[in-house]
């Protein structure tokens, strides 16, 4: 694997939020675009939308200490292929964090996330070794 991969990762990770809103928007009847905020709130016994709204919000929220981690980790002079890898497991983590989430599947989708986080702290911590 290459760093072009890693980079194939990010892009993956910056579109997940979108994919996953989607999914919410799609989920629940009479979806109104022009007012989606009020449909959202009036979805309270519809757990699908619910779920698929928290998991677009946490994609966001996990986008940037990745894409972060991945650029810290190319600039201190990481190797590209340990780079690469933590890079497609994230994206593995955070596709399965999406389908647990929607699923309501608790146990599965705290692990996904805990591994997807860990992804990221391996990458800033390797980047924080390599220059020190």
Not at 24 to 32: D, E, I
Not at 90 to 95: E, I, K, Q
Request: charged share 10%; glycine share 6%; proline share 3%.
């Amino acid at each position: 694997m290459t760093l072009a991969t890693a980079y194939w990762c990010i892009l993956i990770t910056a579109l997940l939020p979108y994919v996953l809103a989607l999914v919410a928007k799609t989920s629940g009847p009479g979806y109104n675009n022009r007012n989606p905020r009020a449909w959202l709130a009036k979805q309270d016994g519809n757990y699908r939308v619910q779920h698929a709204n928290a998991a677009h919000l946490n994609a966001f929220e996990a986008f940037a200490p990745f894409a972060a981690g991945v650029l810290m980790a190319q600039f201190a002079g990481v190797d590209h292929g340990r780079i690469a890898l933590l890079a497609v497991v994230f994206v593995a983590m955070r596709l399965a964090h999406g389908i647990f989430y929607v699923a309501d599947v608790q146990l599965a989708r705290s692990l996904a996330w805990l591994g997807g986080f860990a992804c990221v702290v391996a990458l800033m911590v390797m980047a924080a070794a390599a220059i020190a």
